[in-house]
Every structure is written in C-alpha cells, then in structure tokens.
C-alpha cells in the first residue's frame, strides 16, 4: 500500500476540481458570450491541473486526477490493480472534497451550474460520442507526451492547453465532463446523477479504446512513464521504464 501517492492524488484532485468550479462560479458573475465562460471554465480546470502537476504531490503520485487516465496506465500494466484502486478511489474521495469547499467558499446562485450536463436538445447519444472522443484522444495525447523525453516535462502544459480547447469546443455539446471524478463530486453533493452513467461509460470505453489503439499503433509498446511530471526527482511506484527511482 501507498498511501503518500494515494494521499498526494487526493489533495490534487479536490485542487484541480476547486479551481475548475471556483471558474464557473466566476463567470456566473458575468454577463459575457458563452465561448468566454467556457474559455474561462477550460483555463481554470487546465490552471488546477498544471498547480498540482508540477507540485510536490503531483511529482509523487503523478498526477493522474482522472480515474480514466488511471485505468488507461493500468491497463498497460505499468499500475498493480491494487493501487490502481486505490488511486481512483482518491480521485473520487478528492472530487467530492473540492466540490464541498467550492459551495462552502462561494455563494452560488445555482449550484447545478457544477454539473457536466448536456446541452439543450443534444441526444444522448451524440453526448456518449462526444465524451468517449475527447477522453479518448486526452489518454492518447498523455501516452504521447509521456513516451518522449523531449516533450515528458511539457506532459502537464499540452494537456492543460487540451483542456481548453474542449471546454471551449464541446461544453454547448456534453459539458465536456472528461473527468468520472468532475462529474461525480458536485453530483454526489448536489444528489443529482443526471446522466452519470452515460459520462461514466464514456470515459471507460474511452480509456479501453485509447490502450488499444495505442498498443496497436506502436507494436505493443508501453508509454515509458506513468507521471504527468515526467523526469522529476520523486520516487516511483509504478513498473514503467523511466528514470525516476524505485519506490521500495
């Protein structure tokens, strides 16, 4: 058991989910066009997720903060089932701690405005395609970015800039929930599972979908890392090829 890795994915995740939502309730604040509040809402998820990454906790645990990209690293092998658990477990546990302090700190007029929700008159199916697509291509561009000593420090910011553009692009379409732990911790909160299974299955299908392409596309490679922060002087406890210690 890990428990300063689980600990560290804890913390991370109820930060990143914060700054997210302290985001949205910002630009409820505001009376601008959507493409900005959505710009506004990506930046301050994307923000959350490069604080931790590069952080302390995020060099510990990696950085993971998606039960997706958890599963994803997994199902490569580099993660034991057990921590793999246990990780998403703390991302989960996070998710809900960063939700409660976000409507304790703040005074929301509508705090459904926390949900990843589909847009008005979009089907449910289009909203399973558009979520399965960008988790799909999110654990695609981390794999990418972690198989490369060039570009593994740079892992954190390219996804962040990600973020963004999805939020930008799709918030009208899904909400552009990409994250099981985003949706899941204002929900539990506000008791209000509209739709979760349908984000849930995406994000599942989306990280099975991205393994097997990946593996098909390099011949069965494994990235060589499993943190976000790649090269970093913490220790690791996962079974990859990169230059980090051992965690005994």
Same mark, same amino acid.
């Given at each position: ?127 399973? =395609?558009?979520?399965? %697509? @960008?988790?799909?291509?999110? &654990?695609?561009?981390?794999?990418? *970015?972690?198989?490369? +000593?060039?570009? #593994?420090? =740079?892992?954190?910011? %390219? @996804?962040?800039?990600?973020? &963004?553009?999805?939020?930008?692009? *799709?918030?009208?379409? +899904?909400?552009? #929930? ?16 509209? *739709? ?53």
């Amino acid at each position: 058991m890990h428990w300063t890795e689980y600990f560290c994915e804890f913390i991370g995740t109820a930060i990143h989910i914060f700054a997210g939502l302290m985001g949205i309730y910002l630009v409820s604040l505001v009376n601008v066009a959507d493409i900005v509040k959505f710009f506004v809402i990506g930046l301050f998820f994307a923000i959350g997720l490069c604080v931790v990454v590069y952080s302390p906790l995020g060099k510990r645990s990696g950085g993971h903060l998606n039960p997706a990209v958890t599963i994803a690293f997994w199902l490569h092998k580099l993660m034991r089932g057990t921590d793999a658990i246990w990780y998403i477990a703390a991302q989960f546990a996070g998710a809900v701690l960063g939700a409660w302090a976000a409507f304790a700190i703040f005074d929301w007029k509508s705090p459904a405005a926390t949900l990843a929700l589909p847009g008005a008159d979009v089907s449910l199916p289009l909203v399973l =395609l558009v979520e399965f %697509g @960008i988790v799909f291509a999110l &654990i695609i561009a981390i794999f990418s *970015f972690v198989s490369s +000593s060039k570009s #593994g420090k =740079l892992t954190g910011i %390219g @996804i962040g800039i990600y973020i &963004i553009m999805v939020t930008v692009l *799709f918030s009208a379409v +899904s909400g552009a #929930g990409l994250n099981p732990a985003r949706n899941l911790g204002p929900a539990l909160l506000l008791i209000r599972f509209d *739709f979760i299974l349908i984000y849930f299955t995406a994000s599942v299908l989306g990280a099975f979908a991205a393994y097997g392409l990946f593996r098909g596309a390099t011949g069965g490679a494994q990235p060589v890392c499993c943190k976000l922060c790649y090269k970093n002087e913490e220790s690791c406890l996962f079974k990859c090829n990169c230059e980090f210690k051992p965690l005994t």
